[in-house]
């Protein structure tokens, strides 16, 4: 943006310049002139303002957030073990977590943030606005969304459509469901992905449609439709909070490809890759077990790579980024490496639900979930 309007910028001097000596050359109209170069110097000054406004360093997403004192994420509030509110009133979870690691990253305090909760339909204007800084608010990774709504950072869930429906009903496999109506929210991937299975198998679909992902579980619960619809983690995390969970089976078909990841507003680069190298961070820090508990002390551990990614020994683009070179050690303080973060809200002993990591797993114990190299 910055190299592109000054381009402009010369082109429209040089155009201007050169149409102000043809006038004088040719006609000697002084009037006109002073008026095309009026004209010029108008549009170069507003030019200008631009520059300074979108196109320095000073005004970049980062120096933005420090000014405002805060990172501002947009996610949910109603979600166990995705981003919920605590009887406190603080939203917790995997997400809200993500956001606190970055703020802590930033300014060392991992509360330094503003939550401001957004419904599905809301997500993309979100972030496309710009009015937040980043976007965690279980959003599939796709192609489209992509080239519209920001840049996406990195998977921090994988994650596959999967479909509820009552036990009592004695469906076992989501092939049963051919009639079934079926509750969705409308405008999302998972309302697409459920008239392509559908299709694609050959089988009758009624669907029953909300604008709000609320009103579809509350539907369901009331027995307004034979199936709900969603990623399989929101579909145990909603049946987790029914009165009776073990009235309803999640079908074990999985009929999508569902990739989460934190959403950033077009047009920033540092901000893009400052967001990943902090996700980057506590992947790494689970695979050489870096915790919470035990960052302190590894500081001058003997394995080059943590001291490393603590700060201690070389560095891996800290300045680059605009971060301090131990900022990995306030990020891992605040809320622990992604193993901890995912363990605290849905691991066996997790506070929302326990729902097994399967592909969120590292790379090295079978899972997909993997980070480039701190270097």
């Known amino acids: 943006m910055f190299k592109h309007t000054i381009r402009v910028i010369l082109v429209i001097a040089c155009t201007l310049a050169l149409a102000a000596c043809e006038l004088g050359g040719e006609s000697g109209d002084t009037a006109v002139l002073r008026e095309?170069?009026?004209e010029r110097d108008t549009q170069i000054a507003a030019l200008q303002a631009q520059v300074a406004a979108h196109g320095g360093r000073a005004h970049s997403r980062l120096e933005r957030v420090r000014s405002k004192g805060k990172l501002v994420c947009a996610g949910r509030v109603d979600l166990p073990g995705l981003g919920y509110l605590d009887t406190n009133g603080r939203n917790i979870?995997?997400?809200p977590d993500l956001c606190r690691a970055v703020a802590a990253a930033i300014f060392g305090n991992g509360e330094a943030i503003e939550f401001i909760p957004v419904s599905a339909a809301e997500r993309g204007p979100a972030i496309q606005s710009g009015e937040v800084d980043i976007l965690l608010r279980t959003a599939t990774w796709t192609t489209t969304r992509d080239a519209q709504w920001g840049n996406f950072t990195t998977v921090t869930f994988y994650d596959g459509q999967g479909f509820m429906?009552?036990?009592?009903?004695?469906?076992?496999?989501?092939m049963q469901l051919s009639g079934a109506s079926v509750c969705v929210t409308s405008g999302t991937t998972t309302e697409l992905n459920l008239a392509d299975f559908f299709r694609q198998n050959k089988l009758e679909l009624e669907t029953v449609v909300f604008e709000d992902t609320a009103s579809v579980y509350k539907a369901y619960e009331q027995g307004r439709c034979d199936a709900t619809t969603s990623n399989k983690s929101q579909l145990a995390s909603v049946r987790s909070g029914f009165h009776d969970p073990d009235a309803h089976i999640i079908l074990p078909e999985t009929i999508s490809k569902e990739p989460g990841t934190p959403i950033v507003p077009h047009g920033d680069d540092q901000w893009l890759d400052l967001v990943k190298t902090v996700l980057y961070v506590l992947i790494n820090a689970e695979e050489f077990g870096v915790t919470q508990a035990n960052v302190e002390q590894l500081k001058q551990h003997e394995n080059?790579?943590?001291?490393?990614?603590?700060?201690?020994e070389g560095e891996f683009g800290q300045a680059d980024l605009g971060l301090s070179p131990t900022f990995a050690v306030d990020v891992l303080k605040a809320v622990g490496n992604y193993g901890e973060i995912y363990d605290r809200y849905m691991g066996p002993e997790g506070i929302s639900f326990a729902f097994p990591r399967g592909p969120n797993k590292l790379w090295t114990n079978g899972g997909l979930l993997y980070a480039p190299p701190l270097r």
């Open 36 to 38: 095309r170069l009026a």
């Open 93 to 95: 979870g995997i997400d």
């Open 165 to 174: 429906t009552r036990k009592d009903r004695g469906i076992t496999s989501a």
């Open 304 to 312: 080059i790579q943590i001291r490393r990614m603590l700060g201690t």
